[in-house]
C-alpha cells in the first residue's frame, strides 16, 4: 500500500467515524426528545387525573351539601305541618 493510499483509508475511517458520531448524536437527540415528550404527555396526564379527582371531590361536597339542605327543608316543613294541626 502507498503512502497515499495509506493517507485516504485514514481519512476515509476518520470520516466513517465523524458520520458515525453523527449519526449517533442524532439518535441521542432522537430519543431525548422521545423521552421529553413522554415526560411531558405523563404529566399531563397526572395533572388531568388531579384535577378531575378535585372536581369529582367538589361535586361530592355539593351534593352533600345540598342533601343537608333538603333534609333541613324536610325537617321545616314537617315541623310547619305539625304547628298547623
Not at 343537608?68 to 315541623?79: I, V, W, Y
Amino acid at each position: 500500500m502507498t503512502e497515499s493510499e495509506e493517507r485516504t483509508g485514514a481519512r476515509s475511517r476518520a470520516h466513517e467515524y465523524r458520520v458515525t458520531t453523527a449519526d449517533t448524536d442524532v439518535a441521542k437527540e432522537t430519543i431525548m426528545s422521545y423521552l421529553e415528550q413522554h415526560l411531558a404527555s405523563s404529566r399531563m396526564h397526572a395533572l388531568q387525573a388531579d384535577a378531575d379527582a378535585a372536581a369529582r371531590a367538589r361535586r361530592m361536597r355539593a351534593a352533600r351539601r345540598w342533601a343537608r339542605r333538603a333534609e333541613r327543608a324536610t325537617q321545616r316543613a314537617a315541623r310547619a305541618s305539625a304547628a298547623v294541626r
